[in-house]
DNA sequence: CCGATGTGTTCAATTTACTGAACGCAGTTT
DNA sequence: AAACTGCGTTCAGTAAATTGAACACATCGG
């Protein structure tokens, strides 16, 4: 979401029939910062932004109510827009070898979770079995991954998938000699 | 003049569990940055603060307020076993290009559905846009396609992803010279 | 006991926000 | 018309936020 403080800073300097220099004057700013915020030249601070919001005057809290509503919702996600997942959040314990869990997007305002998984050499979830609340599915994109759903075990390779309710215990293991890619999907977001 | 996002900021994170390190990295800043935020020696920019909360994740306005039953239940499948979805069933009326949809297990039982999907060159889903329920979610393996959400328009590459609504207009156009492969998920199924 | 890993803090260097004084433009006033 | 008054924008310089690499202090395992 690209938040666009500047229309929104605008639009409430004029509701009040305010020139910039009378906001600047008021909130102890200048007239030129306040232009450069309205064009989102720059991102305020939050003391700056504070200043201005008091000389209004209008809560912080009011001002991003609406400004997340007028945010420009995010669509697309380059690879390094993905945030990465601590091992620990995503439920992997004392995991001696480092998996990488990639989330596309912030999954918290959607119902689906997509995570692009990559489990080094000998990677592990555990012996305790993983379990929570949804389903979740996947795709093996390249390496050799062993997955124990409930009293069931396989072995998957390179285009092989699986689909399991994630309230079923569950376990991943990579048992090649390299890097396992996984891109898997879960309903509702796991947190 | 007070407002103390510091102890605010620090009370969230913590609820989190997490580090000063591991909040800094998924926000894309540094550890140092927060602890100098925590204790209120810098007022953040809203850009930052936003990033920080991105990560948590928690909206400004709320940090300023205070299978189908089978005998034996079948988790994994082979690349063979993925059921290929007719154009037709999977929304491409007239559709002159070949498309590979290939659905992973029986979706109608799943409150999840992941496809493995493979565009030819120059494969599009066509100029009436897509519309459904629930959100889909994917990332490009392969190839390069041109994705449509209502007016945003933007290249794909492998490794982007995408994120959305299915209620807005979509469309999909591999625009590489070589095959785009996708593996994607819905959530509810679309039928 | 010591090395390895974890935490939060500090500080010089860099990036960025902000100042202060310009600028150009549109109305009014003389 | 020229001279004023108001508006928002631009720009070099300054002040502050942010970085990146240290630091000190804990906990844990050999």
Chains 1, 2 share one sequence.
Do not use: W
């Not at 979401?1 to 004057?25: C, K, Y």
């Amino acid at each position: 979401m690209t938040l666009d403080i500047g229309t929104r800073l605008r639009a409430v300097r004029e509701a009040r029939g305010l020139s910039q220099r009378e906001l600047a004057s008021r909130a102890g700013l200048t007239n030129g910062t306040i232009s450069m915020i309205e064009q989102n030249k720059t991102s305020p601070s939050v003391a700056s932004l504070k200043s201005l919001l008091d000389a209004l005057p209008m809560p912080l809290s009011d001002f991003f109510a609406d400004v997340e509503e007028q945010a420009v919702p995010k669509y697309f996600y380059a690879p390094d827009e993905f945030t990465e997942l601590s091992p620990q959040e995503a439920g992997f314990g004392g995991g001696a070898a480092r998996v990488s869990l990639r989330q596309l997007g912030n999954a918290s305002s959607h119902t689906i979770q997509m995570l692009h998984e990559v489990y080094p050499p000998g990677a592990d979830t555990g012996p305790e079995m993983l379990r929570h609340a949804g389903e979740e599915a996947g795709v093996v994109i390249a390496g050799i991954v062993e997955v124990t759903v409930a009293d069931q075990v396989r072995v998957l390779n390179p285009g092989d998938g699986y689909l399991f309710d994630s309230t079923l215990p569950h376990r991943f293991r990579n048992i090649g000699a390299g890097d396992c890619v996984i891109v898997s999907a879960c309903t509702p977001p796991t947190f």
